[in-house]
C-alpha cells in the first residue's frame, strides 16, 4: 500500500485495516492449510489448539467493543498538548518515518515484554501455543495493550496521529504472515524483513531461541543490538514451563497470579520489587534475565498438551465456536445501535462461551455442567430477542 492511498488528515478517516482484513485472515489460513497437506500430508495445527488461539483473539479484542484504543488516546493527547512540531501529514517522508518510527517502537516494547517480569505476564499469552501457524499470529493478550502504549509517545511530539495510526495497524498486520511453517527461508530478504524463519526462532523454547528476535516488520533492530538469531535447530514451540490449558481466563490470568503469590513469597522489599521488574527467571542471588543453563534442554522428544477428547466433543466445540464467532462479529457490527446494557450482556456472554469451550478441550469433569448452563442462556436470552445472527435464517437452528 503505497503512501499516497494510505495518508489522512485527520484519525476519523483512517480505515480499519484490521476489520477489513478479516476476510484475508480466513484465505490465508485455508490456504497454508492446503499447502500444509500437499507439503507433509498433514494438517498445521490441531483443533483444539486452534479454537484456543482463536478465543484468546476474540478475548484481546472484547475491550476494543466498550473502549477507544488507549494507544491512541494517550497519542492524541501528547499531540495535542505537548507537540514540538508537525510534520507534514501528506509526505512520503513522514510516511516512511513513521513505519520506521512505529516499528523500532515495537522492537523496544517487545523486547521489555520479555526481559519485565510484568510486562511478560501479558505477553506469555502469544507463546502460550505449542504448535506453530497463522492461528497462533491472532492469539493476543488482553492487558498487553495497556502497557504498549507508552512506547509510542515520543513519536506524537512530531508526527500526526493520522499517520501512526495508519502504521500501527500496518505493523499488526504485517506479523501476521510470518507465523508458519510452511514458508521456508527467503533469500536476501532475511536481512532486512522479519520472516517466518526468524520468527519461528522467537516463538522457540530451545535454549538458542530464548529471547531473540524481536523485531516487528524489520528485523535490522535486532541485527543492530544483538538479539538477532538465525534458525538452525529444530524449533519445539512454547513457552519454557508449559501453561498446559486451552482455558483462554486461565492462560491471560494464571501469571498475574504467578506474579502476586511469588511478590508475596519472596522476602526483602527490593526483592520483592525484582520479582515484578526484572526478568521471568530472576530469582533472589540470580542476574536480571536469570540463569542460562536454567532454561529446560530440549530433547526433540517434547509431546504437546493434547488431552484425549472424543471426536464428536471436537465437532461439538467446533460448530458451537463458529456460533460465537458470528455472534461477535455482528457485535462488531451493530455496537453502535446497541444499548450499553446489550453490549455487556453479549460480551459476558461471548466470554462465559470461551471459558467452556476451553474445559470441553481439556475434558474436565465439570465442562458439561457449565455447558448445559451456557446453553440453557443463550436459550433464553435469544428468545428475549438479546442475541442476533448475522444470518437471520439461522436463528431457529441456533436455538436447535
Known sequence: VPPSESSFRTVEEVPDYVEKSIPFFITFIGLEF??????????????NDGISSLSLGILSRLPDVLFRSVELISYIHVWNNYRLFELPWDSPWTWYLTLLGVDFAYYCFHRMSHEVNVLWAAHQVHHSSEDYNLFTALRQSVLQKYTSWMFNLPMA???PPSVFAVHLQFNLLYQFWIHTEVINKLGPLEWILNTPSHHRVHHGRNPYCIDKNYGGTLIIWDRIFGTFEAEDAKVVY??????NSFDPIMLQLRPLAHIWNTFWATPGFCNKLSVIFKGPGWGPGKPRLGLPEEIPVITGKEVPFNPPVPGYLNCYALVHFAV???????LLASV????????LLRIGFIILSLASFGLLMENKSKAGILEMIRCLVFIGVHKLGYFRSQFSFLGYAYEV
Open 324 to 330: 460465537i464467532v458470528d455472534l461477535y462479529t455482528e
Open 336 to 343: 453502535t445501535i446497541l444499548s450499553q446494557g446489550t453490549v
Open 34 to 47: 492446503a499447502v500444509s497437506w500437499i507439503q507433509k500430508r498433514k494438517l498445521p495445527g490441531r483443533i
Open 238 to 243: 512454547g513457552l519454557t514451563h508449559p501453561v
Open 157 to 159: 511530539l512530531f508526527i
